[in-house]
């Protein structure tokens, strides 16, 4: 019983490769709407990565063979965080053998971020440089508040496998939410935005050249290079939506590989994921772009309400 | 941020149908056209870069409304990009001044194959009022293959996106 649910696990970060576009093009369908527009298709994005697929790759005369294989790194470490994150089955504690835990998963996301950093800065334009340096200042502030947040999870768990974690709070039900994870909550949804390159820290949807972060970074890849990095981008996105409702409410989460179970699960899953997309709809629609140099003080407040949620979880855990 | 919300819930909907392009609008000039499209997998999401070769801006004000609510022209899959390495479609205005030639034609390196180039605007098609003036190349045709031809001194943002998308249509059938 313990080898399928091992591999089924991992193969849940498929699901999140498979349906990442999808959340995005619902994304941008609820955000046209919100404008008063009829907004593009829901399947668009996936015309895009296809398209791109078959497309030729123009690279600069500048740059070194890193530029062409740094696509590549973001894309495969992107799909190993994926597949550490329950999606629709979590891990149960009976499961031996252990996994990768939340702090390989923030790993990879870094190694993600500074293949594409570097690649960036091969093609030889400002405008690589600077989406990279700005890329690397937000991360540096970023990563602080999201290990915290996920170490509130961690806590509450006693353990920091994410399946683990959603596994324990599915079985222990409301108890398992206390402030701690309140706060944790609201800490990581911040650092999704500032991660995935959303509003207000990055505009998804802008090339302004005083403003941009990742689209800056991109801005010199084609062809299949250009659909790896969305792909992986899109699927960043899913990820971070996906671990906000499994590590905090993960309630219907499948906690046996039968099929009425993941079925069940896999509804729930859908559900939560498209609530959670239209909350990040009416924030970005709502919210103005913040100046660069206020984006210290958007993560501060994050790493402050995720260092809040730790001290009240060890409080609750352990008392004073 | 509730202001922003019941505002948009008391405009609805802006978008208008797209009028069909009319024959006289446009023109299909390149054999390249349909090769391009077919690679493209028929022309469904096509990103535009869009080069201003030494228009009197009257085109990109025109350009620019398509992004508008109004014209929407992502719903159709249309989306204006800002680096000639990802486009599809390079949206050419203006008559092509000496100073913006050889940078009209780095910009078509640039850019990767299967490319649409589109001259946009009677300036683009022949010189318009520029032709003959000593700071003009050319048209947009005597410095890159173009591929469609959309008339109209400027042309209205609804015959530009209709122009575009009927050509490539047609272009993808036959």
């Known amino acids: 019983m313990e080898a399928p649910l091992n591999a089924g696990f991992a193969f849940q970060g498929i699901v999140i490769f498979l349906a990442a576009p999808l959340a995005a093009g619902v994304l941008r369908k609820l955000k046209a709407v919100l404008q008063n527009r009829l907004g593009a298709p829901v399947v668009q994005p996936y015309r895009d990565l296809r398209k791109l697929l078959g497309k030729e790759e123009v690279v600069s005369g500048t740059a070194s063979g890193l530029f062409r294989v740094a696509p590549y790194v973001v894309f495969a470490a992107t799909a190993g965080a994926c597949s550490l994150v329950p999606v629709v089955l979590a891990r149960m504690a009976t499961a031996g053998g252990a996994w990768g835990d939340l702090v390989v998963l923030v790993g990879l996301l870094a190694l993600g971020r500074f293949a594409l950093a570097l ?39 006693r353990t920091s496998e994410a399946g683990r974690i959603a596994a324990h709070v599915a079985r222990t039900g409301g108890a398992a939410f206390g402030p701690g994870s309140a706060f944790a909550l609201a800490a990581l949804f911040l650092v999704a935005l500032a991660e995935c390159g959303r509003l207000p820290v990055d505009n998804p949807s802008t090339h302004l050249e005083l403003t941009m972060i990742h689209e800056a970074m991109i801005l010199e890849y084609s062809g299949r290079s250009l659909a790896l990095i969305e792909w992986a981008s899109q699927a960043r996105l899913l990820l971070f939506m996906t671990l906000l409702v499994d590590l905090f409410l993960p309630w219907g989460i499948a906690l046996d590989a039968s099929a009425a179970a993941l079925a069940l699960g896999a509804a729930v899953y859908a559900l939560k994921i498209a609530g959670l997309c239209a ?11 913040l100046r660069l140099f206020r984006v210290p003080d958007f993560l501060g407040a994050a790493f402050v309400l995720a260092l809040i949620g730790l001290f009240s979880q060890g409080f609750i855990q352990w008392g004073l | 941020m509730f202001r922003i919300l019941r505002r948009c819930a008391r405009t609805g909907l802006a978008t208008l149908p797209l009028e069909p392009a009319r024959d006289a609008d446009y023109e299909l000039a390149g054999e390249k056209l349909r090769e391009s499209i077919r690679r493209l997998r028929g022309g469904r999401s096509l990103y535009v870069r869009e080069v201003d070769a030494g228009s009197c801006n009257g085109c990109e004000i025109e350009i620019s409304a398509l992004t508008s609510p109004v014209y929407d022209a992502e719903r159709f899959g249309v989306h204006v990009t800002a680096s000639p390495r990802h486009a599809d479609v390079l949206l050419v205005t203006g008559p092509v001044t000496r100073q913006m030639e050889l940078a009209l034609k780095m910009t078509y390196e640039a850019a990767p194959e299967p490319k649409i180039v589109v001259a946009c605007g009677d300036c683009a098609l022949d010189g318009g009022a520029f032709a003959g003036s000593y700071a003009v190349a050319g048209a947009v045709e005597d410095v890159l293959p173009v591929d469609i031809r959309i008339k109209g001194c400027p042309p209205k943002p609804s015959a530009i996106l209709g122009a575009l998308l009927a050509a490539v249509e047609r272009a993808g059938k036959a």
């Open chain 1, 119 to 157: 690649g960036a800065l091969e093609a030889g334009s400002a405008f690589g440089g600077m989406g990279s340096s700005r890329e690397m200042m937000v991360s540096s502030l970023a990563e602080p508040a999201l290990l915290t947040a996920l170490f509130v999870a961690a806590l509450e768990a």
């Open chain 1, 279 to 289: 909350v990040l709809a009416f924030a970005e629609t709502s919210t103005a772009k």
